[in-house]
């Protein structure tokens, strides 16, 4: 094991520590880390951001041999006045800071929220309403070659009268009483079912994460001793 | 005081050492367990395997740090078969932490494991853009506006494997490992459908409920949590065994397991406990009354 790679062991290490200390009850340990860790990430964040986007994307097309000498690949393309726009866009987000030009980062939000609006709301319609709404559309009785496919016939069963249940709970138009009550609390049963899945992956994904943290402090052991 | 009453005043931090104890233990032992692979897996697994040689798979690293042990065993395992068959691996980021993740996966497989294998010929990293799932849609439209460079900085132009590729429309498969937003249901939405590019997702379990409704029509298959990377391992080593030391998830099945049966069993008293507290209850309220 190198320098560094111990470094890195140790920091793992005594940062996994000083979590789980929590545990116990929340001590100044457990702060440090927490808001350790809020900081590096927003900092790693901030700067990939920078170099991975920023740089190649935005300024090295904007003015390619000025920021040749830290970007090379920048220097090869001509220059692109087209992302003067976006990064106008970009810089009137700052005039927040400014009280009388604050009014001028609202042009910029606007262009935000309509991009992501108009990209999302065809996207959505399209895979997860259109999408979903094809998806539930299953025959009851499946055939194959051999007849009657019981299971798939089962499986899209359950399916339907799930989803049809389900909805009904959720309609609050018409009273929750005789066969549409009990369709409704058939609807209950399968929210119940799919909310205590939902809960078992969980379960298995903190536990998996425990795992992970455990392997590091038997590494990390396994180094002192 | 009774047993029920002892129950009822438990502290946590002793079921959280018991907790503790259940994991530590059997990593110790390290108990083998056999996995067989699920359907939903075995669909990625079977795409991959019938792809032939050369075709292009884009994997995008949309995970940190915080869920490694779930996601780095399906991406190296996903890696391992892609470039076992020679298959072009193209690797991206949604998430800024995934760049890092990559970088890891490329120590662990290609400079371990595919020493022959070039770069920039059969992989290439092209690192993390920003803009979410704006970032799909761009590289949907049009790939080499948005990667105009690798991560590296190398202009993509100088790339063997990037010469054919204008938008994700070239691509034969995309693969994404992910924990969160953006994730799977954005690589459908933006790049799967409209494109009817096949899409296959490797998630953390806490993720994989949300994403069942699109399998089979959206979604190719799915990995789902340590599970879903065990069983993927499972079907990588059933075809080509020489990668049975490199399966992170298989060998921590035994942990997993146990520290299962922890949980049912804390249910199983919690809920007994509750129900006996109930009687006792009931018992208590008949006799005040016929006092």
């Known amino acids: ?225 | 005081m009774s047993l029920l009453d002892r129950m009822k005043r438990i502290d946590r931090r002793i079921l959280f050492l018991l907790m503790a104890a259940g994991v530590a233990i059997p990593l110790l032992f390290r108990p083998t367990l056999t996995v067989h692979p699920s359907p939903i897996v075995s669909r990625v697994f079977d795409k991959i395997e019938s792809l032939p040689e050369g075709s292009k798979i884009l994997m995008s690293f949309d995970y940190g740090p915080s869920t490694v042990p779930e996601n780095q065993p399906m991406a190296e395992a996903i890696a391992r078969h892609v470039l076992r068959r020679r298959l072009k691996l193209y690797m991206v980021s949604a998430w800024t932490t995934g760049q890092a993740q990559a970088d890891l996966l490329i120590e662990s497989v290609m400079r371990t494991d595919f020493t022959d294998r070039v770069y920039g010929e059969d992989w290439v990293h092209l690192g993390y853009k920003a803009g979410n799932q704006g970032m799909i849609n761009a590289i949907f439209g049009a790939m080499r506006n948005l990667y105009t460079t690798d991560a590296a900085g190398t202009n993509v132009d100088a790339i063997p494997m990037m010469r054919d590729v204008q938008s994700l429309r070239d691509m034969d498969l995309i693969v994404d490992i992910a924990s969160g937003f953006p994730g799977v249901k954005e690589w459908i939405q933006f790049a799967g459908d409209p494109g009817n590019i096949p899409v296959a997702g490797g998630v953390t379990a806490v993720e994989a409920l949300l994403l069942y409704p699109y399998y089979p029509r959206q979604l190719l298959g799915l990995m789902g949590g340590l599970q879903g990377a065990a069983e993927y391992e499972a079907a990588l080593v059933a075809k080509y065994p020489e990668y049975r030391d490199d399966s992170k998830a298989l060998q921590i099945m035994g942990p997993q397991y146990v520290a299962h049966l922890l949980i049912v069993v804390f249910i199983l008293i919690g809920n007994a406990t509750y129900f006996a507290e109930r009687r006792r209850q009931k018992r208590g309220r008949i006799a005040g009354g016929r006092s």
């Not at chain 1, 140790?10 to 457990?30: E, H, K, Q």
């Not at chain 1, 740089?55 to 692109?80: D, K, R, W, Y």
């Not at chain 1, 799919?194 to 994904?205: D, H, Q, R």
């Open chain 1, 1 to 225: 094991m190198t320098g560094v790679e111990r470094i890195e062991l140790w920091i793992g290490a005594l940062l996994t520590l000083m979590v789980y200390s929590f545990l116990y009850r929340d001590n100044p340990f457990y702060k440090f880390a927490e808001h350790f860790f809020v900081g590096i990430t927003a900092a790693y964040a901030m700067v990939l951001a920078f170099w991975n986007t920023l740089m190649p994307n935005c300024f090295g097309q904007i003015a390619p041999s000025l920021v040749g000498h830290v970007l090379p690949t920048a220097a090869e393309n001509p220059a692109n006045p087209v992302r003067w726009i976006p990064l106008l866009f970009g810089l009137l987000l700052l005039a927040r800071l400014v009280a009388p030009l604050a009014y001028l980062s609202r042009w910029a939000m606007a262009l935000v929220i309509g991009y992501a609006a108009g990209a999302n709301f065809t996207r959505y319609l399209q895979s997860d309403f259109m999408g979903q709404v094809r998806s539930s559309m299953v025959p009851l009785l499946v055939r194959d070659a051999g007849g009657i496919a019981y299971g798939s016939s089962l499986s899209n069963l359950v399916l339907v009268a799930g989803l049809i249940s389900a909805l009904a709970y959720f309609f609050f138009s018409k009273e929750h009483t005789g066969m549409f009550g009990r369709a409704s609390r058939f609807g209950i049963w399968t929210l119940m079912v799919a909310f205590g899945a939902a809960f078992g992956y969980t379960v298995m994904a903190r536990v998996s994460l425990l795992i992970g943290r455990f392997q590091h402090l038997g590494r990390w052991l396994g180094d002192i001793f």
